[in-house]
């Protein structure tokens, strides 16, 4: 990875326009999987300036600025009460020296499949604010076909909820090769399967069942299997997966049960 | 471009590629205890501290240092020496690649945690990665170097 220019931008204006301006514009986030691509960018534009390595409470929502870190938000009371899932996501992640430079806007961005902060946030109420102004639902972003966007702030809205998040790993820093993340508020529930190994995606049929109040577990895991997609790649077959997936999912609704 | 950073407390100005990452400069600048291995931000080898933070050097752009202070092994001076020889009487020196990243994690950890227990101190290490030894003698170096300091 290469860049002709280094640009500490001073407005998310500024960083929409230099986006507008050329394809080849990039913001820079951690840097982690960045700089591991051999392409050469016009302008790598700094967005540490602009006021977004903040975490802001709110009455009903928190609000995470791009720029913060994965360490800030492993440390953060805030997000230790009210969103518990992402900091234990965020907490397996690499060590300690990675995800003090990895940032939230960058994980969010990138929408890789086998995001832990995706799975994580997708069991929660999160919208995800871009450019400065619009905003979108985290499910709708992750879905979405990766553009030259600037992600500004993820904003979590405050619920009282019970979460259970799994993953298995080669090794203990690794990335994931399956995420099974569940969460319940107000009795509704929400199952993310993630590192299928494609982007993490709702189990919708699975959280209706829940809802409605199923307890038989081989129905559960068999209406889950039916509806998501496993796949296989150089970290797990599908097979490995789709047995991890039943396990997960048991232990997280006997977990969200209690 | 040009920066301007402090390193080990002195003042470094110096013209960079805006591409150059941290790793690379300090290695241009005689730092060489920062040391190169994985590339992909796995292993801990190029740990370094950025104001009091410990982060991974071979991930962080020298142009985004500017204004920031950075410590690394050499800036440590007599406490390098001081878990160096901890880690030497425990048997965990064998081909020493990975010690002065371990070093840093270790300094950063005791700025950062009040008497932790060894599962927090796995978790904070557990982005230092060594091939040599099985991690029980830099465990029981760690214990003695903490003690140490509550001794004292």
């Known amino acids: 990875m290469n860049f002709k220019k280094y640009v500490v931008a001073h407005s998310v204006n500024e ?9 080849n514009n990039i913001i820079l986030g951690g840097m982690h999987w960045l700089k591991q691509n051999r392409k050469t960018y016009s302008i790598g534009i700094d967005i540490s300036k602009l006021g977004l390595d903040e975490i802001i409470e709110f009455d009903d929502r928190i609000e995470i600025g791009a720029a913060v870190s994965l360490r800030d938000i492993e440390e953060s009371e805030l997000l230790k009460k009210y ?15 990675f995800r003090n430079t990895a940032t939230i806007g960058g994980s969010v961005y990138s929408r890789f499949g086998f995001s832990d902060v995706i799975a994580a946030l997708l069991t929660t109420n999160t919208l995800v604010e871009v450019n400065g102004n619009d905003q979108i639902a985290l499910h709708q972003f992750v879905q979405s076909k990766i ?39 107000d009795n509704r529930y929400k199952v993310v399967v993630g590192a299928r190994p494609s982007r993490a995606i709702y189990a ?12 038989d577990i081989e129905e559960l895991t068999n209406t889950l299997l039916n509806e998501v997609d496993l796949g296989s790649n150089v970290f797990s077959s599908k097979d490995y997966r789709e047995h991890l997936v039943k396990v997960f999912l048991k232990r997280g609704v006997n977990s969200l049960w209690k | ?21 941290l790793i690379d400069f300090l290695r241009r600048n005689g730092l060489v205890s920062v040391k190169r291995g994985c590339e992909t931000s796995n292993c801990g080898l190029c740990s ?21 202070e950075i410590l690394t092994l050499e800036g440590l001076g ?30 950063s ?30 465990m029981r170096a760690i214990k003695n170097y903490l003690k140490d300091g509550k001794n004292e």
Do not use: H, W
Request: aromatic share 6%; with cysteine; net charge positive.
């Open chain 2, 1 to 21: 471009m040009e920066i301007t950073c402090k390193i080990n407390g002195k003042i470094y100005t110096d013209t960079i590629n805006p591409s150059e990452f």
């Open chain 2, 109 to 138: 950890m005791k700025n950062n945690l009040k008497d932790p227990s060894e599962e927090n101190i796995k978790q904070y290490l557990a982005g230092n990665l060594c091939r040599c030894s099985g991690y029980e003698g830099q």
């Open chain 1, 15 to 23: 960083v929409n326009e230099l986006l507008a301006k050329s394809r």
């Open chain 2, 78 to 107: 007599e406490e390098s020496l001081r878990i160096g020889m901890l880690m030497a009487a425990e048997g965990t020196e064998q081909c020493g690649y990975c010690s002065p990243g371990f070093i840093m994690s270790v300094i």
């Open chain 1, 147 to 185: 553009s030259k966007t600037f992600v500004t702030k993820i904003i979590i809205k405050k619920e009282v909820s019970k979460f259970a998040y799994y993953t298995m790993r080669k090794s203990a820093t690794d990335i994931p090769y399956i995420i099974v993340s569940l969460s319940k508020t």
């Open chain 1, 204 to 215: 919708l049929e699975t959280m209706k069942k829940l809802d409605e109040g199923v307890t």
């Open chain 2, 48 to 68: 370094v501290l950025i104001n009091g933070k410990v982060s991974l050097s071979c991930s962080v752009l020298a142009a985004s240092v500017v204004d920031k």
């Open chain 1, 83 to 97: 969103c518990n899932v992402l900091v234990e996501a965020v907490s397996k992640i690499v060590g300690v020296q």
